[in-house]
């Protein structure tokens, strides 16, 4: 199921208690404090931390759980305490969980018997290769980038209906990773599929605008992982340092989860040569190792 076992036992606990769409969202503490007393015996903070990174948009491509309140933002800010926000599951994780109940996974006794959890999640979404992983476990570190549902399911019914598909006609219909905050991804897609090993270029979203006889450099999509408060910080250094030249004003306009920093450029001023630099000196373009 592609879950590491906290993200499993949230998702069920959260399935037990009722928490289905269209449902009432519950209190996080709640929730936590379930997962704790009957499956994971850990701390409270790396529970409520990954039930967190299951509601983000901006962190997962397919958010698993429904937040409602402060789960944190792209700027990195904080997520309110667990007794402030709530969750409920998203339709999407209700397909992870389907039919759990007809015996379709092997279930174990929890860790004080007196309760039992699935193993596994039935799982009819490979959520593995669509929401990705990272991390090192056992020795063994990974870094899975995620995928478009659409692509992914396709793929799978290409080889069902030819199972002797090469990879290269694979990579025909997945094109490659798609990520969360968008912006474009260059690299050798086909090696990287072959041997689950190699390093991906990401790019932001950079267009220009003209308003009022001012031309406007408009980033309104930035790379996976990239936190916007950081990258607007290196931007303003950069002018400030005059290795960006030509730029008269810069102002961050992202409101609402749509992301919008403006670069305001002097009469004059080349809009192709700013935007190369921007790629160049700053995180608008970053790297992403597969494994």
Do not use: W
């Amino acid at each position: 199921d592609g879950m590491k076992p906290v993200q499993r036992r949230i998702l069920y606990s959260m399935q037990q208690m009722g928490l289905k769409p269209g449902t009432q969202t519950k209190k996080s503490a709640r929730i936590v404090g379930d997962v704790i007393g009957k499956f994971h015996p850990h701390g409270d903070v790396a529970i409520y931390d990954a039930l967190v990174r299951m509601a983000q948009d901006f962190s997962l491509r397919y958010p698993l759980v429904f937040g409602q309140g402060n789960f944190g933002s792209i700027d990195n800010d904080p997520p309110a305490a667990y007794r402030y926000t709530e969750a409920r599951l998203n339709q999407i994780a209700i397909e992870l969980l389907e039919d759990i109940e007809k015996e379709t996974v092997k279930f174990v006794p929890n860790f004080d018997n007196s309760t039992t959890e699935p193993e596994l999640l039935p799982g009819k979404l490979p959520a593995l290769i669509l929401n990705g992983a990272t991390g090192i476990a056992v020795g063994m570190a990974t870094n899975i980038p995620s995928h478009n549902l659409t692509e992914v399911c396709d793929a799978i019914i290409a080889y069902i209906k030819k199972p002797e598909i090469t990879i290269e006609q694979l990579a025909e219909i997945v094109k490659g990773p798609d990520f969360p905050t968008g912006g474009s991804v260059s690299g050798d897609m086909v090696d990287l599929f072959k041997t689950g090993k190699g390093k991906l270029i990401m790019r932001g979203k950079v267009t220009t605008e003209n308003i009022k006889n001012k031309e406007l450099v408009v980033i309104t999509e930035i790379p996976y992982m990239v936190n916007k408060s950081v990258l607007v910080e290196q931007i303003a250094n950069l002018v400030q340092d005059k290795r960006i030249k030509d730029v008269s004003d810069l102002r961050d306009e992202s409101s609402k989860g749509k992301i919008r920093i403006v670069l305001e450029l002097r009469k004059d001023a080349n809009s192709k040569f700013i935007t190369n630099a921007l790629f160049k000196y700053t995180r608008l373009q970053d790297s992403f190792n597969v494994n």
